[in-house]
């Protein structure tokens, strides 16, 4: 499947363990909700969809970590996802992660790799 990138934000949209960006990706012809956060210094993109029950996953609109910074936290049942790998690390996620999307930040920007329409 060929692939495209699109522009997601600018790089300086992404604090370290902050705020992250929603967008829509387009999956299998429609779009799907998702966002990008930055962690490790790298922007890490995931479907916004708890492994739990198909919820997204932000208590406010970009709002996707725990109180500590350390997790990606559901805020409808309190599972915990690493922010790196998406893996569940705790709370009702049911052993099932998020979802990676692939993400590349070239030249001050963060762009999503899509599927070709």
Not at 25 to 45: D, T
Request: glycine share 12%.
């Amino acid at each position: 499947m060929a692939h495209r990138e699109r522009l997601i934000c600018a790089s300086s949209e992404l604090a370290e363990q902050g705020r992250g960006v929603r967008f829509a990706l387009a999956r299998e012809g429609k779009p799907q909700p998702a966002f990008v956060v930055r962690f490790a210094g790298v922007p890490r993109g995931f479907l916004n969809q708890c492994g739990h029950v198909p919820v997204e996953l932000d208590w406010q609109e970009g709002e996707f970590f725990d109180d500590s910074r350390l997790y990606l936290i559901c805020a409808t049942h309190g599972a915990l996802y690493h922010p790196g790998s998406g893996a569940c690390v705790g709370g009702r996620c049911a052993g099932r992660g998020l979802v990676p999307v692939p993400v590349v930040e070239r030249d001050g920007h963060v762009y999503v790799m899509e599927e070709k329409q």
